[in-house]
């Protein structure tokens, strides 16, 4: 399917430090065939984290009818202008998707949008029918300023909400109550409206431990799975669970798609960015090659851009990106990160095919996989993550046999092979 990042508030305020057509060549860089051709753009639906403070497009309590919603500076300032750039550098191809962090603040049970708590009252009642329509009403304004979604998450790590010391917004729901919220308001509110009768709704989007519980819940019950398209991932408990979790899932919902769409390096233990770190970049490379070897179908960064700090955050929850800009020396730096980024989606385009791929001298630190494209072309991905050896391989194809590549892959290499 691809690969993306995400349009925060912080990568907009960081994007506007610098002069505009340093901000029109990353977006190139970003969007464009010539560059890394990245297809997705994860929105946040108003503020999280990476914002400067917390709002939500419907701050007046009690407002059930939703009367004063409306997009805030921060959508017309920090993700708009870059949404649209993107969506033209793309050629059309960018597909966005929506992730609410929390509702208005009055609407939860902790009359905060950061920290724990969930919708006010019964699941049928005022709060959630509100909630559903606040989906709806931002997708209208979003059309109104020539933006279609793809796709939503009814919630950004749902588990996190019934964290008493979580320390940014969220909002609390379990798999159940996900599934009753889909079922009866949200799916059925999102088809009643021609702006929004196609998108594509994707469970979970939390951890691999949720895996398969959270899918079983949602998609055993047919009036549930009838809105549901996909399953959405994070990585940052993978460490629980192995990939094998995802395949599993996979194979009881084969006709659902699985997105990662979320993942940052430097949350833990050291915050922030780390300039020029290999290991992080070959964190992403391996959960890549893991997540993409068991069934995930495309791969979404967070913020694609962040400054030295790894901010702005409003709790300082600072984080590595892609990009870090140096906005008093007015440049920015291609991280690690980027570099493995593109070997896989400027070399594995949407509607190619992952094909088998057999490692005969199976060694630890060697992990790798194959594609073929939609061309014809086959891409071959392989990582090396010893620290010291370098490995001699040769990659032969079944419907080739006489046909062999012999490489060196260096230590602490990804290498990427191209060939028809």
């Known amino acids: 399917m691809g690969f993306g990042a995400a349009f925060t508030d912080a990568a907009g305020i ?22 890394l051709g990245y297809v997705f753009g994860r929105v946040p639906m108003a503020s999280c984290d990476f914002s400067t403070h917390e709002y939500s497009y419907a ?39 929506a992730t609410p962090w929390s509702s208005p603040a009055w609407m939860k049970t902790s009359g905060r949008m950061i920290g724990a708590g969930e919708l006010i009252g019964d699941q049928n009642g005022k709060y959630y029918q509100t909630w559903a329509q606040y989906f709806v009403k931002f997708f209208e304004a979003y059309h109104a300023q020539g933006i279609d979604f793809w796709s939503l998450t009814p919630q950004n790590e749902p588990t996190t909400g019934i964290d008493p010391f979580w320390k940014w917004q969220t909002l609390y729901f379990d798999a159940s109550m996900e599934r009753n919220f889909i079922k009866k308001l949200l799916g059925p509110a999102l088809a009643a409206n021609p702006i929004t009768k196609n998108m594509k709704i994707m469970i979970n989007d939390d951890q691999r431990i949720n895996l398969p ?53 430097g949350y833990e233990p050291a915050l922030g960015p780390k300039l020029g770190s290999w290991s992080r970049a070959e964190q992403y490379a391996n959960d890549l090659i ?14 694609y851009m962040l400054d030295l700090q790894g901010g702005p955050n409003l709790v300082k929850n600072f984080v590595d990106a892609t990009l870090i800009v140096n906005s008093t020396a007015q440049e920015y730096y291609k991280q690690p990160i980027w570099h493995v980024m593109a070997q896989f989606s400027k070399f594995i385009k949407p ?11 199976k060694s630890v630190d060697v992990e790798g996989l194959s594609f073929l494209n939609a061309d014809g072309t086959k891409t071959v991905v392989l990582l090396n993550k010893n620290e010291v050896l370098d490995f001699e391989v040769a990659v032969s194809d079944v419907s080739a046999p006489n046909v062999i590549y012999d490489l060196t892959i260096q230590a602490n290499s990804l290498v990427t092979i191209v060939y028809k």
Request: glycine share 4%; net charge negative; with cysteine.
């Open 351 to 361: 509607g190619s095919t992952r094909i088998q791929t057999t490692i005969i001298e």
């Open 14 to 35: 960081n994007m506007l430090t610098l002069p505009q057509a340093m901000q029109d060549q990353i977006i190139q860089q970003y969007f464009s065939d010539d560059g």
């Open 290 to 303: 893991k997540d993409i070897g068991n069934w995930v179908a495309g791969w979404v960064d967070w913020n």
């Open 59 to 97: 701050d007046s309590p009690l407002d059930f009818q939703l009367t004063k919603f409306n997009l805030t500076m921060e959508d017309f300032q920090y993700k708009i202008p870059f949404i649209k750039k993107a969506m033209a550098a793309s050629n059309g191809k960018l597909k966005l998707f």
């Open 213 to 265: 519980h959270w899918p079983k819940v949602i998609l055993s019950d047919p009036m549930a799975a009838q809105y549901v398209n996909g399953i959405a991932l994070h990585w940052y408990e993978d460490f629980i669970d192995p990939a094998t979790v995802v395949t599993e899932t996979h194979n009881l919902y084969p006709d659902y798609f699985i997105l990662a769409t979320e993942a940052c390096a």
